[in-house]
């Protein structure tokens, strides 16, 4: 039928036909759109999830470099061996200890903080992490690393050679008002260790000559061997020395273990009720901020292993075996990071008052 005698229904049929036709290729093409698009997406995801699990992988395959932020054979270095086989077990990785105690101990913070990938963790001492790089001047501070959790906490104790005149800590403190600045105390390092000292020097009103040696174990050995009078040492980091030095005070609330420190009386105690701070030094696990915040996964994995290894019934006897009961304490990275920045301030004005300058 021409064209020109179409009716209008007729004309309205066709209209429709070519829309229905002109929408149900649009919508062809749509849906082809759409079929490729998730096709791309699922091959971007399988594509992404692949090189995640290739990057962990490596990340596995590297192992960790665990640093120990003291020197060999002190305390910070026992409780470190003590966990690194239950952890490495846990983790199916393989962890190579070295200790880096260079530069008041500060040695081990660079190369953990430089390291975004999670494969260096540091066993390191608080506060002396903090007090270190206020003494040292170091271009990082402890906003630059993130816990996996405590391992360890040790009040610490006042001892003293058996060759010394001082029976108690009365002794001491007379001698050291009568010779001001001349009775020696031993120390590790010029962080929480001087800190320590002079907590008791502003509490008895006397004055020593402190010695940094490097060490703590170094500063046990001087006062073993007669060349320092006198140190602090953590009530468990001491107790394989017991028998060669004479424990004077427990810088604490009550004493945690008086068969490890001869009964010694706490700080207040000993010095007739005289206010003190009490010091306490905790051995903690950490990882650069960087890997806290870009690995999430990989964190939370170390942590859990750190937290694993310390509940390890084998661990557990090996602890009971090294009469360690009360010194291996974990918290969790919460908890642990929480206590650590709730005492920068009052650590910050310490350092300011009694060791800026010094």
Not at 56 to 81: C, H, M, P, Y
Not at 103 to 124: K, L
Not at 223 to 242: K, L, R
Not at 245 to 265: C, E, F, M
């Amino acid at each position: 039928m021409p064209q020109e005698f179409c009716s209008a229904g007729a004309k309205s049929d066709v209209l429709g036909y070519k829309t229905r036709a002109s929408n149900n290729r649009r919508l062809a093409v749509s849906a082809a759109a759409l079929l490729l698009s998730a096709a791309f997406a699922t091959t971007s995801y399988a594509q992404s999830a692949s090189d995640a699990d290739a990057a962990n992988e490596e990340w596995r395959a590297n192992g960790l470099e665990w640093l120990v932020a003291s020197s060999a054979g002190g305390a910070t270095d026992t409780v470190t061996r003590q966990v690194q086989p239950f952890m490495s077990k846990i983790l199916n990785m393989t962890a190579r200890v070295q200790n880096k105690s260079g530069g008041s101990n500060t040695a081990a913070g660079a190369p953990t903080i430089r390291d975004t990938e999670c494969n260096t963790i540091v066993t390191w001492t608080i506060p002396a992490l903090v007090l270190s790089t206020m003494v040292q001047k170091v271009d990082y501070d402890y906003s630059d690393f993130y816990p996996l959790g405590q391992i360890a906490a040790d009040p610490s104790a006042i001892i003293v050679g058996l060759d010394t005149p001082y029976k108690t800590m009365q002794d001491l403190i007379d001698d050291a008002k009568a010779r001001p600045g001349e009775v020696t105390a031993a120390i590790g390092s010029p962080g929480s260790d001087m800190a320590h000292i002079i907590n008791i020097e502003k509490a008895a009103g006397v004055k020593f000559n402190i010695v940094p040696l490097g060490g703590g174990t170094q500063a046990r050995n001087a006062v073993i061997g007669g060349q320092a009078p006198m140190t602090e040492a953590g009530v468990y980091a001491s107790q394989n020395i017991a028998q060669q030095v004479r424990y004077l005070a427990v810088q604490a609330d009550s004493n945690p273990r008086p068969d490890l420190t001869q009964n010694a009386p706490t700080l207040t105690e000993a010095l007739n009720g005289a206010k003190n701070e009490h010091q306490v030094s905790s051995q903690g696990l950490f990882v650069s901020k960087a890997c806290y915040e870009q690995h999430p996964d990989r964190f939370k994995e170390l942590a859990d292993a750190l937290k694993a290894a310390m509940e390890d019934p084998e661990f557990k006897a090996t602890v009971k075996k090294l009469n360690a009961d009360g010194y291996y304490s974990y918290l969790s990275p919460e908890e642990f990071n929480k206590q650590i920045v709730d005492s920068i301030p009052g650590l910050q004005a310490f350092y300011d008052e009694n060791m800026k300058g010094k």
